[in-house]
């Protein structure tokens, strides 16, 4: 789990160090303008400018486990657990991203319901448990941790169809490229 948070916590000191040089400020969001978030360092005429914040809650998924009867990879929980942070812009090879993050307590328990649901699609699809960790450009496909092999795969939901992109999150955290939009 160390070795995730580790790879999140180098990414995002990327992210937030590209932000400064390009800018001259912190990351900065339109769509989180006006949602309550520890990690708002400033709030401009039409967006907020961010750091990435300790996680306060328990780093635990537990309640995703309870409510599917399911262990999950380590990974995920440490994944979505090691910070408060805004979704951050990233490139995968030639693939444009959105890398999930948790902007706050609430935020928390709505990413929980998410997960719940989108595995309990997968298991009425009777297809292998994935949690999403991006979004992709496409709606049409997201990234994810595959929750039986611990690959990050490109997934299109509601498909069987599926790329690996990484044997790990780590791996996959590591390889990412900063993009400023």
């Known amino acids: 789990m160390q070795q995730t948070v580790d790879a999140l916590r180098e990414f995002t000191a990327r992210y937030c160090d590209a932000w400064q040089q390009r800018t001259g400020h912190a990351p900065a969001s339109q769509a989180l303008y006006g949602v309550p978030s520890p990690c708002i360092i400033a709030t401009q005429a039409d967006e907020v400018w961010w750091q990435p914040q300790p996680f306060t809650l328990p780093a635990t998924l537990e309640a995703v486990e309870r409510a599917l009867d399911i262990t999950l990879q380590q990974d995920i929980a440490a994944f979505y657990t090691a910070q408060f942070a805004g979704d951050m812009a990233a490139r995968c090879g030639q693939r444009e991203l959105s890398l999930l993050q948790v902007w706050s307590e609430e935020d928390f328990l709505r990413l929980q319901e998410n997960l719940i649901g989108h595995l309990i699609m997968k298991r009425r699809l009777k297809q292998t448990p994935t949690l999403f960790i991006a979004a992709t450009e496409s709606e049409q496909e997201i990234i994810s941790l595959c929750n039986?092999?611990?690959?990050?795969?490109?997934?299109?939901?509601?498909?069987?169809?599926?790329?690996?992109?990484?044997?790990?999150?780590?791996?996959?955290?590591?390889?990412?490229q900063v993009v400023i939009p």
């Open 148 to 176: 039986l092999s611990g690959e990050v795969i490109l997934e299109q939901p509601g498909t069987k169809k599926r790329e690996v992109l990484s044997e790990n999150i780590q791996n996959f955290l590591k390889s990412l």
